[in-house]
Nanobody
Framework: QAQLVESGGGSVQAAESLKLSCAAS????????MGWFRQAPGKEREGVAT??????TYADSVEGRFTISRDNTKNTLYLQMSSLKPEDTAMYYC???????????????WGQGTQVTVSS
């Protein structure tokens, strides 16, 4: 059974840092690509960052502030978030699939999400 479990969310002040983790198991751990997506209240889910072997891509809004990484030995995905802004407040989801994309509809497996709240 495919499973993705996020952790590391919380409430921080603007300019602070936070690191998210996502543990993958089953079919979700064998996909080519994994990524982070987020959804703020009243907004559509959007791609934040995606990683594959030798490739990474970021949304323009987080480029230079967020870093995605993957430890294949632990089947774990990470998102290091720095210089956080109030507009980064959202539910953050881990996803896995076989497309190198920031398009949520292309991902096959999803976690339950972890909340990130940034206050000014």
């Amino acid at each position: 059974q495919a499973q993705l479990v996020e952790s590391g969310g919380g409430s921080v002040q603007a300019a602070e840092s936070l690191k998210l983790s996502c543990a993958a198991s089953g079919a979700a751990s064998t996909t080519m690509y994994m990524g982070w997506f987020r959804q703020a209240p009243g907004k559509e889910r959007e791609g934040v960052a995606t990683i594959g072997t030798g490739v990474k891509t970021y949304a323009d809004s987080v480029e230079g502030r967020f870093t995605i990484s993957r430890d294949n030995t632990k089947n774990t995905l990470y998102l290091q978030m720095s210089s956080l802004k109030p507009e980064d407040t959202a539910m953050y989801y881990c996803a896995a699939g076989d497309w190198f994309t920031l398009e949520p509809s292309r991902m096959s497996f999803w976690g339950q999400g972890t909340q990130v709240t940034v206050s000014s």
